[in-house]
Structure formats: C-alpha cells, structure tokens
C-alpha cells in the first residue's frame, strides 16, 4: 500500500468517531434559525414563532395577524433562503477543494460566479422582470463553466487541472470586464442601483417562488455528491491511485464540476453574487470533522449554512438601511481566512 492510501485511510479512520459532531451541529442550526426568526425591528419571541409555525401547519390562522405577515411573508423565507444559499456554496467549495486537491479554490474557480452575475446585471440592464433576471443569472453561470470546460477540452498536452483552473480565471475576468461595461451603460438613475445592489448580495425581496425555483435545483446537485462521496475520498489520493482502485477520475471529476456548478448557479441566481462562504467554511468543517468528505459534506452543509442565517440576521438587524451580505461576509470571512493560513494547519490528506 503507497503512502497516499495510508494516509488518506488512517484520516479516513480517524474521522470516523466524529459523526457525533454532525447532530450537534444541526441542533445549534435550529436554535440560530429560531433565534433569526424573531429578531428584528418588530421583535417576537422564539416561542411565539415556533407557535405560529405549528399552528400554520395545523390549519390554524396565523398568516393574517401582523405577528403573522411578518414571520411568514417576511422573516420565514427569508431564513430558508439563507439556510439554502449557505449550505450550496459551502458544499460546492467542498466540492471544488476535494476535487482539485487544493483548500484554496472555491465555486468562483471556474468563473461560475461572475458568468451568473454577467447574466443578472444583462437582465437588469434590459429590464426584464424578476424572474427572467434569475433566470438569466442561472443561464449565466452554466454558460460560463461550459466555456471553462471547453477550454480546458481544447488545451492537450498540459496539466488538465492547472488549465482548467486558468481558464475559469480568464473566462471570471472576462465576465467581470463586460458586466463593468453594462455598469457604465446602465441609467444611473434607475439600474445602476439595482445593478450594484445585485452584484453585493441580499435577501431583502426574496419570496417562496424565488426558493421554489433554486432550492430543487439545489437537492438535485447534492445528492449525487453524497453518493458519491466515498469516491471522491478516493479521488483525493491522486488520479493514478484512483484509476488502481477502478474509479474513472476524469468521469468523476466532471460530475462533481457539474453538481457544484449547478449548485452554485442556482443560488446566486436568487441571492446575488456572496462571497467567501465557499472558500472559508470548508476550511472551518475541515478542521472540525477532519477531511473525510463522507463527513466534511454535512458538517460544511450545516456550517455554511447556520453561517449565512447568522450573516443575513445582522445585514437586517446591524443599521437602519439593509447591509449587502457580500460586504459582512468579506468583513468577516478575510480575518477568519488569513487566521486559518497563519495557523498553517495540514488537516486533510
């Protein structure tokens, strides 16, 4: 056995006793989304909330009292959307880490971010309606990493990885030169705005539609991550190993880009382009529950998700105006990362 299989083994081993983490970890999940449900400028007390969602879904009439209006129109999807924006993007930089065998790549690797945001800024810059906005954004990011993959597809002869990462870099820039030229085109009265508003991140106008539509999309990403999970373990330990245990890695590869892209794509599609999540709570699950992907998937879920619930809370709560979310996870994401560089810990095989 070569020294890549004993390690990632023994890691494998060693990670198994942490599953206990896992429920911890979601309990303190349901306690931070209970606790955003009633904070803010009308204030209801936890209990309250949790009674109301009972009793709504008893059949009883709770939707319109303005207790009611403010925790099922307001607050409610707003929590769901966070919950789901930040457990896609952590499980995609989960993804993207294992995949590359890099902790510094994230899902704007391979430009998905910044071909969703071209999309979003072009469906506001032609004042489409909302809809057609998210579905733009979405376009938007598959389009992009389709062009990432045809690059890398057209370079032989190199390393696939390192072109693949150098395209998503060139085609991320690209997008950001051309939705730069739709800022400058764009009214600076009426889009402009709205344009600079979207590419920062919010919450603020999210309805059940808006989660209906990304939150499918979503599940069906991760579930073929989480079946695959022992694979992609095996993946970790380099191509030439993985083809020696029977796992085609360059098959596998191109599923985990396309869940992961996907996942991306839809979330940014209705929150706007959110930032650092994807690269730092990875890290932070990593480190918890070791690099195990059977366990590091869920933790980074969870994690990411009990995250953006927190970031959301204080963009809503912190000042009288809404604070973009790419602004406070910037803020706090840049600390944290450099933190963890320093502490220059190898947690994972």
Same mark, same amino acid.
């Given at each position: ?13 060693? /990670? ?42 008893? &059949? ?26 930040? &457990? ?87 997008? &950001? ?18 344009? /600079? ?92 529950? &070791?690099?195990?992907?059977? /366990? ?20 809503? /709560? ?32």
């Amino acid at each position: 056995m070569g020294k890549r299989e004993s390690a990632s083994l023994t890691a494998h081993r060693s /990670t198994g006793a942490r599953w206990w983490v896992l429920p911890l970890l979601f309990a303190v999940l349901l306690v931070l989304s209970v606790l955003a449900l009633a904070v803010g400028p009308y204030p209801l007390s936890p209990g309250d909330a949790i009674a109301m969602i009972f009793r709504s879904v008893s &059949g009883g009439e709770t939707a319109g009292s303005r207790e009611g209006t403010v925790l099922f129109a307001i607050r409610l999807p707003r929590v769901i959307a966070a919950l789901t924006v930040g &457990g896609a993007l952590a499980a995609a930089g989960a993804a993207y880490q294992g995949m590359f065998r890099n902790p510094l790549v994230s899902p704007d690797i391979l430009g998905v971010s910044s071909g969703a945001g071209l999309g979003a800024v072009l469906g506001i810059f032609l004042s489409l309606p909302v809809l057609a906005i998210q579905g733009m954004a979405f376009l938007g990011g598959i389009a992009a990493v389709s062009l990432v993959t045809a690059i890398a597809a057209a370079v032989r002869n190199r390393d696939a990885l390192l072109i693949l990462v150098l395209a998503g870099v060139v085609v991320g820039a690209l997008a &950001g030169a051309a939705t730069s030229l739709l800022k400058v085109l764009a009214d600076p009265y009426d889009q402009l705005p709205a344009i /600079t508003f979207w590419l920062l991140g919010s919450l603020a106008a999210m309805q059940a539609e808006d989660i209906l539509a990304a939150a499918p999309l979503v599940i069906a990403a991760m579930l073929p991550l989480a079946l695959l999970r022992w694979r992609i373990n095996v993946l970790a330990m380099g191509d030439e190993e993985a083809k020696s245990l029977g796992v085609d890695a360059g098959r596998l590869r191109i599923a985990v880009v396309g869940c992961a892209t996907l996942m991306t794509a839809a979330v940014v599609s209705i929150s706007g382009v959110v930032g650092w999540v994807g690269l730092v709570i990875p890290h932070v699950a990593r480190m918890i529950v &070791g690099p195990n992907f059977a /366990t590091l998937l869920p933790a980074s879920i969870l994690l990411g998700a009990g995250y953006m619930v927190i970031v959301d809370t204080l963009a809503r /709560t912190i000042a009288t105006v809404e604070v973009p979310l790419g602004i406070l996870t910037a803020i706090i994401g840049a600390p944290v990362f450099i933190w963890l560089l320093a502490r220059g810990r190898r947690s994972w095989a």
